[in-house]
């Protein structure tokens, strides 16, 4: 959603210290619509109590953004200090003209609890880390010029939570920092005023269900209410409505449209295409942005659907939270051009599909991926395993759910709710169950390690194969692979309900972006390479183990998606591995440029592509001169099918020694097996064998290999 928003920068002086700041106006005069005030920009901050605000503020910080980019920089940001309780924000500003009907203040996220006073009055608190507060500020709002004076406090560390309530909590982060990491808005209307639309596609009907909630304080009246459908792309107005319902004084009531779209254009991450609409009443107009398109899962093919045809999702994760506290970051997650390559590349990647992964970033995140064409699984950042410094109970969890949804339901982008990861609870089932119904488009939901509470829902799988030698015993090794199942294992309660499965993470193969390995991978790289192996070693493993096990995963068609994990994460590299190193990372290694590491990049971006393969061969030794028949998966994850030579080859180093083809025809979303006879060389010795074929990508030809090294021993 686009709103109109004034911020010219003044200097403004308070308690005796000079501090830049943005200074919002804003004309409220009768019969315009609504006003959207950006409050963005740089804000005085200082730490202190709970419960008392500063006498005098001596830092800086920017909105949105996180306190430890605060001038000058406090000390121990983001871990439990006994130099503070709370940070403190306050910035001014003024609005010309007089006061409206309608003043809410829209803080869109913002950790620890947050608490607001305008002009020395209290407006009330919030204490959800991750979905928006709506304040009413009428009564306290002053207007014709007059400068106002906003203070918001935020707990310093998640302690200040209450144990019941979701805080973030993530067994591999270090750092909780505090912060208003997203935007924060006063929105000025009349009365009557839109409280909230919901868009509801139905592509069948070629048409759009429209839920728009609206509210007044005045006594009971007909009035106009207008609905224009246009391209956002173009402008170019498909459709419109109009109404003229009546409503009684303080009645809050929700009216139901079904809008035709003639020649309707469907979203999709191949053209995401997006629609805006416009809402208005005699005193209001809201605009914002929705997608024709529709998500399930089908539970007996086990497959995802995306405008009624089965769809195969390739992707990643971002763990948004945990990038927060990496030392790189600095104000790239609130850049929107980084934001955007960021998601660019990923595309590049082959990838259609995001979990953004236990945690929210800030909703210009959600304005790109419906542009860039990404779907979003979206996870509540909630995750317990057994047992965790916090207890959410369901009554906690439920408003918390009503505000995310609220908040996400218009982004075609995002296709399934996540309750949480990997986590033993029942409290997400009772909580995603008692709001489901607020969503009308009945996207899934992911449970996940829980049970899945509905047959049109999915579950995760996180088949880390790799994981078994982190302890330093019990090595896994490619050439264990023919043991292993097409079909991932689940948890116990997983089993309960037979719904698709989306492998949203594997490998257990992380390297920090210097190429040293995590304190996770340590004895397992010791193990493969040796203790003394080099960075670009290391990173060339890691890339073709990555991509031998992403094509394994796809190629055996048991999953809806496979999902990288993980595209954006921390890196925390020490001299040695320690307790408190990364346990995970990205595959970067220019964060400002978005480089991906090079092996990475060729090898994983292959394994994703949309027709990809799977050499399913996987020993290790192979006797000089013995006879093997070698099997190549084929799978095409286009809707049309597809055609070519497929060609087996085996090189010593530079020299080739074998080569052979096969030409390979796939129907649309399928997959084809092909055998090739080959004879192992019977000199002894390293050896490579590659499949190999040429697709036709974005237009320009590219060759899609799957690789395996072995050796031929007499």
């Known amino acids: 959603m686009k709103h109109q928003r004034v911020i010219p920068v003044v200097l403004l002086l308070s308690v005796g210290v000079v501090f830049a700041a943005t200074w919002?106006?804003?004309?409220?005069?009768?019969?315009?619509?609504?006003?959207?005030?950006?409050?963005?920009?740089?804000?005085?901050?200082?730490?202190?109590?709970?419960?008392?605000?500063?006498?005098?503020?001596s830092h800086t910080g920017v909105v949105p953004g996180l306190l430890d980019m605060a001038q000058p920089a406090f000390q121990e940001v983001g871990k439990k200090s006994p130099q503070r309780e709370a940070f403190w924000y306050r910035r001014t500003f003024k609005v010309d003209g007089p006061v409206p009907a309608v003043a809410i203040l829209k803080i869109h996220k913002a950790r620890y609890g947050t608490k607001v006073l305008l002009n020395g009055s209290l407006v009330g608190e919030h204490l959800p880390c991750f979905t928006p507060a709506y304040m009413d500020v009428?009564?306290?709002?002053?207007?014709?010029?007059?400068?106002?004076?906003?203070?918001?406090?935020?707990?310093a560390n998640r302690e200040s939570i209450p144990q019941d309530m979701p805080t973030g909590w993530d067994f591999e982060k270090y750092l909780y920092i505090p912060g208003i990491y997203d935007s924060v808005e006063l929105i000025l209307t009349g009365t009557v005023h839109i409280v909230r639309v919901q868009t509801v596609p139905d592509l069948p009907g070629s048409s759009v269900r429209v839920l728009v909630t609206l509210r007044t304080d005045r006594r009971a009246a007909m009035f106009p209410l207008d609905l224009t459908i246009r391209e956002a792309p173009s402008g170019r107005q498909v459709a419109k409505e109009t109404a003229n319902p009546g409503m009684y004084n303080n009645e809050e009531k929700t009216f139901d449209f079904k809008i035709a779209i003639k020649d309707c254009r469907l979203w999709s991450p191949e053209d995401p295409f997006l629609y805006e609409l416009e809402v208005s009443t005699y005193m209001d107009k809201l605009k914002l942005r929705f997608g024709m398109r529709s998500f399930r899962f089908d539970r007996e093919s086990g497959r995802a659907f995306l405008n009624g045809k089965p769809y195969f999702m390739r992707g990643t994760n971002v763990c948004i939270y945990r990038f927060f506290e990496d030392a790189n970051r600095g104000d790239l997650p609130w850049r929107a051009d980084w934001v955007r390559r960021l998601h660019q590349q990923f595309k590049w990647m082959h990838w259609n599909s995001i979990r953004y992964c236990i945690g929210f970033p800030p909703e210009i995140w959600y304005?790109?991926?419906?542009?860039?064409?990404?779907?979003?699984?979206?996870?509540?950042?909630?995750?317990?395993?057994?047992?965790?410094?916090?207890?959410?109970?369901?009554?906690?969890?439920?408003?918390?759910?009503?505000?995310?949804?609220?908040?996400?339901?218009?982004?075609?982008?995002?296709?399934?709710?996540?309750?949480?990861?990997?986590?033993?609870?029942?409290?997400?089932?009772?909580?995603?169950?008692?709001v489901r119904q607020l969503d009308l488009s009945n996207r899934p939901w992911e449970n996940g390690w829980a049970a899945p509470q509905a047959p049109t829902d999915c579950v995760e799988s996180h088949p880390y194969l790799f994981s078994r030698g982190w302890q330093g015993k019990n090595f896994f090794h490619l050439s264990d692979m023919p043991k292993v199942?097409?079909?991932?294992?689940?948890?116990a309660a997983q089993k309960k309900l037979k719904v698709p499965i989306i492998i949203n993470e594997y490998d257990w193969l992380w390297l920090n972006r210097d190429g040293t390995p995590t304190c996770l991978t340590t004895k397992i790289y010791e193990n493969l390479l040796g203790p003394s192996a080099t960075a670009d070693q290391r990173r060339m493993l890691r890339a073709r183990l990555v991509a031998a096990l992403t094509e394994f995963w796809r190629c055996h068609r048991d999953c809806a998606g496979v999902l990288h994990f993980c595209g954006l994460g921390y890196a925390r590299a020490g001299d040695k591995p320690r307790p408190e190193g990364g346990a995970t990372s990205d595959d970067f290694i220019d964060l400002e440029k978005l480089i991906f590491e090079p092996h990475f990049a060729q090898y994983v971006r292959e394994a994703f592509s949309p027709v990809g393969l799977m050499l399913d061969f996987w020993a290790a030794e192979v006797p000089c001169g013995s006879k093997q028949a070698v099997k190549v998966f084929v799978v095409n994850d286009l809707d049309r099918e597809w055609s070519g030579t497929l060609q087996l080859r085996i090189v010593h180093g530079d020299k080739q020694v074998s080569a052979q083809s096969q030409q390979c025809k796939v129907s649309a979303l399928d997959r084809a097996i092909l055998t090739f006879n080959e004879t192992v060389p019977g000199e002894p010795g390293d050896y490579t064998m590659i499949a190999e074929l040429a697709e036709l990508v974005s237009g320009k030809a590219e060759t899609i290999r799957s690789l395996r090294d072995f050796k031929a021993k007499k």
């Open 367 to 434: 304005d790109i991926a419906d542009e860039e064409g990404l779907m979003i699984q979206d996870e509540f950042p909630i995750w317990l395993l057994d047992k965790a410094p916090e207890n959410p109970k369901a009554e906690k969890i439920i408003p918390e759910y009503t505000e995310w949804m609220r908040e996400r339901w218009n982004h075609p982008c995002v296709v399934i709710w996540d309750a949480q990861n990997e986590s033993h609870t029942s409290e997400t089932g009772k909580a995603l169950q008692a």
């Open 138 to 155: 009428k009564k306290q709002l002053k207007g014709d010029g007059q400068e106002n004076e906003l203070v918001i406090r935020v707990g």
């Open 24 to 57: 919002a106006t804003a004309s409220t005069r009768p019969m315009l619509p609504r006003k959207v005030v950006s409050l963005d920009g740089t804000w005085q901050v200082e730490q202190g109590s709970m419960d008392r605000v500063p006498q005098s503020f």
């Open 485 to 491: 199942s097409g079909v991932p294992g689940l948890q």
